[in-house]
């Protein structure tokens, strides 16, 4: 049974940075393409940040230059450093694992930022 588990998350103010965490267990990390979604309030979840096996990197416009996700294969961790952070990014965050067929969720971890 693969698990993702997030954290990380927390209250920060605006300007402010957070490191989240999301350990795959139970799964073969390397294989997965792993994935940063977001979802605030009666909003939809959507892309923040992914990364593939080979590392490479897409980004949502409006994270771009603010962000930066990675990955430890021998860690089984994928991480998302967020500086600057702006009200707007307020949601809870959600660890994605896929590979093939499958399309894993993690619990989600609540950031929240303002003043």
């Known amino acids: 049974q693969v698990q993702l588990v997030e954290s990380g998350g927390a209250l920060v103010q605006p300007g402010g940075s957070l490191r989240l965490s999301c350990v795959v267990s139970?799964?073969?990390?390397?294989?997965?393409?792993m994935g940063w979604y977001r979802q605030a309030p009666g909003k939809s979840r959507d892309l923040v940040a992914d990364?593939?096996?080979?590392?490479?990197?897409n980004y949502a416009d409006s994270v771009k230059g603010r962000f930066t996700i990675s990955r430890d294969n021998a860690k089984n961790t994928v991480y998302l450093q967020m500086n600057s952070l702006k009200p707007e990014d307020t949601a809870v965050y959600y660890c994605?694992?896929?590979?093939?067929?499958?399309?894993?969720w993690g619990q989600g971890t609540q950031v929240t930022v303002s003043s």
């Open positions: 994605n694992a896929r590979f093939g067929t499958y399309n894993g």
């Open positions: 139970g799964g073969i990390f390397g294989l997965y393409k």
């Open positions: 990364v593939t096996t080979g590392s490479s990197t």
